[in-house]
């Protein structure tokens, strides 16, 4: 339940397994859902002050939290700073807790194309931009004109995308902090054949991977040399092994699913794992997409 003092909206213990879409994860110390801009920058000042440590948080997707949960005090924009502008020439804005889902449905209905293939990610625009997500040979930064971002001061920054060097799932900031509105601009294109688009990618999804599930979505990214983490882990032999209640799918081998009460020590035990299945049976070494956030002995 929030608590508002003042201004803010915050939670002293929240679980942040109901935070995260894997559903695994202890408490953090604090939670704050601040409302806008100025409160991001209000709160990020006062915690500078006392020396309290912030992380930012998105939609909770590849994301694991240690049992343990984390101290200090954690943002996040999702439920309260997801609106959208809409300009004439295909310049749309859209703040860092909207959704990636809502972003390309309305976008479509708007007469916009470009961010079909992001339709079925599972996490806010500020958390996709600071990792590149993407989809279906398409990645957010592709798309980005400016970023805007308030840093661990509180104060605001806006950084032109040729600025921000975006690679395969990672973005490199010149500024670090919290990523509160970006830029985009799109072309323009008929609805309908947007949302056919849009369709097409979520039953290829359907198809392909534990929809429904809880899970971070890809658990490692794909290594340089062009080969895929499924693939590499499918041949391992690990599709459907399990550590406790954490197991990697047999749909996609990629995809930690949490198949029940999985604790952080389940699904770090079950990555290890898969990680030497693959360094034994392909010699490649799998390099996590998921962050990890807490005190861990893996």
Same mark, same amino acid.
């Given at each position: ?13 929240? +679980? ?21 801009? #100025? ?15 912030? /992380? !930012? ?25 997801? +609106? ?11 703040? @860092?807790?909207? =959704? ?9 209905? #708007? ?14 625009? @500020? ?6 997500? @993407? ?48 830029? !985009? ?5 008929? #609805? ?11 039953? +290829? ?10 899970? !971070? ?13 499924? /693939? ?5 032999? =690990? ?33 290890? /794992?898969? /990680? +030497? ?22």
């Amino acid at each position: 339940m929030g608590v508002t003092t003042g201004r803010v909206e915050e939670v002293y213990g929240a +679980k942040l397994r109901d935070f995260t879409t894997v559903g695994i994860g202890g408490a953090a110390e604090r939670m704050v859902f601040p409302r806008s801009l #100025s409160e991001v920058q209000e709160i990020l000042r006062s915690e500078r002050q006392i020396g309290r440590e912030v /992380r !930012f948080l998105g939609a909770g997707s590849n994301l694991l939290v240690n049992d343990g949960g984390v101290r200090g005090t954690v943002m996040c924009l999702k439920k309260n700073m997801g +609106k959208m502008i809409f300009s004439p020439g295909g310049s749309v804005v859209a703040e @860092g807790g909207t =959704m990636l889902p809502r972003f390309a449905v309305l976008c479509a209905l #708007s007469g916009l194309s470009g961010a079909e293939e992001l339709a079925g990610i599972p996490g806010t625009v @500020g958390g996709a931009v600071s990792m590149n997500a @993407g989809a279906y040979g398409r990645s957010i930064g592709e798309l980005a004109e400016w970023v805007e971002i308030v840093d661990t001061e509180g104060r605001l920054a806006r950084l032109e995308a040729r600025d921000i060097r975006f690679a395969y799932r990672e973005a490199d900031f010149p500024v670090r902090g919290i990523v509160s509105r970006v830029g !985009f601009r799109l072309a323009f294109g008929p #609805s309908d054949q947007a949302f056919d688009r849009i369709k097409t990618y979520n039953e +290829k999804r359907r198809a392909s991977q534990p929809w429904g599930s809880r899970t !971070f979505g890809s658990t490692f990214r794909n290594p340089r040399t062009g080969e895929k983490a499924a /693939r590499l882990l499918e041949q391992a032999g =690990m599709k459907g092994v399990r550590e406790g209640d954490a197991l990697f799918s047999e749909k996609h081998a990629n995809f930690l699913i949490n198949a029940g009460p999985a604790t952080a020590a389940d699904a770090l035990r079950l990555i290890e /794992r898969g /990680r +030497k299945a693959v360094r034994a049976a392909a010699g490649v070494e799998l390099a996590l997409e998921v962050k990890l956030w807490g005190v861990f002995d893996a």
